[in-house]
Every structure is written in structure tokens, then in C-alpha cells.
């Protein structure tokens, strides 16, 4: 389903205190899944990048990915890509955002819910308990949180999940557009009316952001669907990179550069600009739609990953399910 390229620099990382991520924990329900053919399975080609910046002397950004193979579980759940930027301070926001990541995918895969968005808002709800509780158990890590933004690929489906202010950009024929809104204090008075764009740029309370998993009992996630087409490419990325990098360049470098070197140039970008915040990008793009055949024996091939930078359009038709352009599904809390 994708060539992976992955990239940490993260001081000390090997050394962090966080949750073990073990495939056990995500098989457990799996029988339960239909033995159905997914449509068409996505081929996608990504890179992740993360960067402490020029000023930070840790990394609480994390980004994390789940590919299944099975096609129950495609068809029922796709493919998981997020990023999460943590909150608290110190390690406690280190030790948030990759705990947090890491039981969101094991609780989305588990989940009993048929239905993919109950699966993925019961996961945030599930996941936003457990680390609140941690935050509560330990005073030292009282208010530690972190930001969400994940993006989920299913046939030719693709969900977005938001909470906080990180962000997740399409790059669709040379257009850029952010689907994602945030969930900070400046963006919704822009929203309100109540301050201009070139103000909330500006302001000292851009940082402060109104939606966080962990750092409240309760959490609000903002879902959005998308249609999946061949030449897409997503970029996810933390507040390190959209502070010091325009849309109008995200869009730019994404758009005409393979995943690893765009997710480079970020970075690079980013930190030459200033730095001071850490600096993540999550690089997605859409290579083909691969139509499965009704045969469970053909998935061998159809899982076999993309090859250079060639387009396919898919003969099957779209799902009727599926919706094109930004659309908020729900928000619950």
C-alpha cells in the first residue's frame, strides 16, 4: 500500500519513558471483521519527518502510522496516518502525544463499532480518558495534552480527524486548501468576526489553543471527508511548521517534490526561519487506486507498492458514500 521513509532527530528519544506499541493489542477484535474485498485499495508513498527546532531542547511532536494487510480490515478500517504536538511541558508533553498516538491506533483497529467514524471517535474518546487520567494520577504531569490531526485512507475514502491546531493540507492540481480548521483561541475569533486574519497572525495568543486529548475529561474532535484521487498529496504537520512556512509554499514544495524530499524542505525551511518551535511534517501521496478483484487470493498483487511517480485512474466507481470537498461530519464531546 506504500513506500515508507521515516526520519527522527529527536535528543534522547531511544530513551523516553513512553508506551510500547504492540500489534497484540490490535488484533484482539479483528476476527470479527466480514471477509469482504475492499473496492480498491489506495497506493500511497509518504515521509515523516520530525525536528527539535533551533530552541527546544525536546521533541514533543510525534507522528505515527498503521498499514494492515488483511482486507476485512482494509475495507473496514483503511489505512491510519497521524500526527500529534504535546502539551505540558518537558517530558510530559513527550510522553502525551506518543502515548497518545500509540493507544489511538491500537483502540481504532479494536474497536467493535462497525461504522469507521463511531470506531475512530470512540478511539479519541477512549484515548483522551487514558491520558487525562495519567495527567490526574501524576501531579507532575497535571494539564499535559496534546494536538491531533489524523487522516485515514479507506478504498477511495479519506477521513480526517482534528482536534487542536495542528494541521492537514490537500494539494489537488495545483490548488492548496487546509481541511482542517482550528481549534485555537485567535482562529476563533477570525471565525467570529471578531479579528482579522493579518491580527491573528500576529497575536501573542496565537499559540493558545481551545481543543487538546488529555488535557480535559471531555474532548471535542471535528471530523472531515474527503475524496481519495490519484495525485493527491496530503501534508500533516504541527504549528513548528505552518508559523514560519505560508500555505501558498506548503502547497509549493508539496506539490513538486517526492514525500522525502518535500518533508526535507520543511524542515530545513522552517528552522532556517527561526525554529522555535519543534517542526513535524507527515507527507502523503496518492500514487493510484487500485481496484481489488472479489478474490481474497489477489491481494498479493494489489498490495504491491507504487513505482516511481505514475498515475492510475481507477475504473471503479467512487463509493456513494464518499463526498468530495471540506466537510465537517460531527462533533461530539
Not at 7 to 20: L, V
Not at 60 to 81: M, N, Q, S, T, V
Not at 144 to 173: H, K, N, P, W
Request: proline share 5%; with cysteine; glycine share 10%.
Amino acid at each position: 500500500m506504500s513506500e515508507t521513509e521515516t526520519n527522527t532527530n529527536a535528543a534522547g528519544e531511544s530513551q523516553e519513558p513512553t508506551a510500547k506499541f504492540e500489534r497484540s493489542d490490535l488484533v484482539r477484535g479483528w476476527r470479527e471483521y466480514e471477509a469482504v474485498m475492499p473496492r480498491c485499495v489506495p497506493v500511497l508513498k509518504f515521509a515523516a519527518k520530525t525536528d527539535m527546532g533551533q530552541v527546544r531542547e525536546n521533541n514533543e511532536d510525534k507522528f505515527e502510522f498503521y498499514e494492515p494487510e488483511a482486507p476485512g480490515i482494509l475495507a473496514a478500517r483503511g489505512c491510519l496516518y497521524a500526527v500529534g504536538d504535546g502539551i505540558g511541558g518537558a517530558q510530559a508533553g513527550q510522553i502525551a502525544s506518543e502515548t497518545m498516538l500509540k493507544k489511538l491506533i491500537a483502540n481504532y483497529y479494536d474497536s467493535p463499532a462497525q461504522d469507521l467514524l463511531n470506531a475512530l471517535f470512540d478511539s479519541i474518546v477512549a484515548t483522551n480518558d487514558y491520558i487525562n487520567g495519567i495527567a490526574q494520577m501524576i501531579p507532575e504531569r497535571n494539564g499535559m495534552g496534546t494536538t491531533l490531526t489524523c487522516v485515514v485512507f479507506v478504498e477511495d475514502r479519506v477521513i480526517v480527524a482534528q482536534v487542536g491546531d495542528s494541521r492537514a493540507y490537500l494539494i489537488r492540481d495545483g490548488s492548496t486548501r487546509q481541511v482542517t480548521l482550528d481549534h485555537s483561541w485567535v482562529e476563533e475569533q477570525v471565525r467570529a468576526g471578531l479579528m482579522t486574519r493579518e491580527a491573528a497572525e500576529m497575536s501573542p495568543f496565537r499559540n493558545v489553543i481551545t481543543r487538546s486529548i488529555g488535557a480535559m475529561p471531555h474532548v471535542e474532535p471535528e471530523f472531515f471527508e474527503e475524496e481519495a484521487r490519484p495525485g493527491d498529496v496530503w501534508v500533516l504537520c504541527s504549528d513548528g511548521l505552518t508559523g514560519y512556512v505560508s500555505d501558498a509554499e506548503i502547497g509549493e514544495i508539496a506539490g513538486n517534490n517526492a514525500p522525502s524530499e518535500a518533508a526535507r524542505q520543511f524542515l530545513e525551511l522552517a528552522n532556517a526561519r527561526g525554529g522555535r518551535d519543534n517542526i513535524t511534517a507527515f507527507v502523503i501521496g496518492v500514487r493510484e487506486l487500485r481496484p481489488c478483484s472479489q478474490e481474497p487470493q489477489g491481494m498479493t498483487s494489489s498490495h504491491a507498492p507504487a513505482s516511481g511517480d505514475q498515475s492510475f485512474t481507477a475504473t471503479t466507481p467512487p463509493a456513494e458514500s464518499a463526498k468530495t470537498g471540506l466537510r465537517k461530519l460531527f462533533g461530539r464531546g
